[in-house]
């Protein structure tokens, strides 16, 4: 079974895609660390991520990267919105995506792109989104967690610029696949936005 759980950014889709993942006893992979770290990549030599060759050259990172902990910040999340736009790059991150769709019982993927490019034959496909408001309300709440000096306006801000790249660019925006579910979750807490999710999941299992 291959489950597809897209959305845009601080929706929650991570938290619900490890949670089915759990649940199901599946495989999950958070495809946004990769293109984080391509992202980190183009920083630590110093690249553009806006030029597309400098991007391509990042997707070569070392496998070790993946554990760097740059990788959840924002600034980093700002250099893998950017580096994503290159068409090279997502060509460069597809077969990686696909062959972990595919191992033997399936997986869960999530990602911006997974329902519509990279697992388009996905068994059960879930957009998870809120409004700009909740998503503000639900980051700014885990920055400041985390200690982090940061107001509102700079984080709805910092949203706002992710959804508008995401869902602008050319090649594979953030979109609901036609036949995916959405999930709603500005009015849901954790917990029941996850057993909504694996709701869905157990429906489309039942067929
Ligand atoms: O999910 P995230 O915030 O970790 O993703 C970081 C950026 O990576 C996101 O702004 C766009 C890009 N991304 C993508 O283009 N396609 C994916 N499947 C996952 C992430």
């Known amino acids: 079974m291959i489950i597809a759980v897209d959305g845009p950014t601080a929706s929650g889709k991570g938290t619900i895609a490890t949670a089915i993942a759990r649940h199901f006893g599946l495989p999950c992979l958070d495809t946004g660390l990769l293109y984080r770290a391509v992202g980190r990549q183009v920083e630590l030599v110093g690249g553009d991520p806006e030029n597309a060759e400098d991007a391509l050259a990042?997707?070569?990172f070392p496998d070790t990267l993946l554990a760097d902990p740059e990788?959840?910040?924002e600034v980093i999340g700002s250099y893998a919105s950017r580096v994503s736009v290159h068409p090279k790059v997502r060509q460069a991150l597809f077969d990686r995506q696909r062959s972990f769709a595919q191992q033997a019982g399936g997986a869960v993927l999530d990602g911006r792109d997974i329902g519509t490019v990279i697992c388009p034959d996905a068994d059960v496909k879930l957009f998870v989104t809120a409004s700009l408001d909740?998503?503000?309300d639900r980051r700014f709440a885990e920055l400041k967690g985390h200690g982090r000096d940061v107001t509102r306006e700079e984080v709805r801000d910092q949203i706002a610029r992710r959804d508008e790249r995401d869902m602008g660019r050319k090649d594979a925006p953030?979109?609901?696949?036609?036949?995916a579910y959405i999930l709603e979750t500005t009015a849901l807490d954790k917990d029941a936005s996850i057993?909504?999710?694996i709701e869905v999941v157990e429906t489309k299992r039942k067929g």
């Not at 953030?174 to 036949?179: E, F, Q, V, W």
């Open 174 to 179: 953030l979109k609901p696949a036609p036949d």
């Open 58 to 60: 990042g997707a070569d």
């Open 71 to 73: 990788l959840r910040s």
């Open 195 to 197: 057993a909504a999710a």
């Open 134 to 136: 909740a998503r503000t």
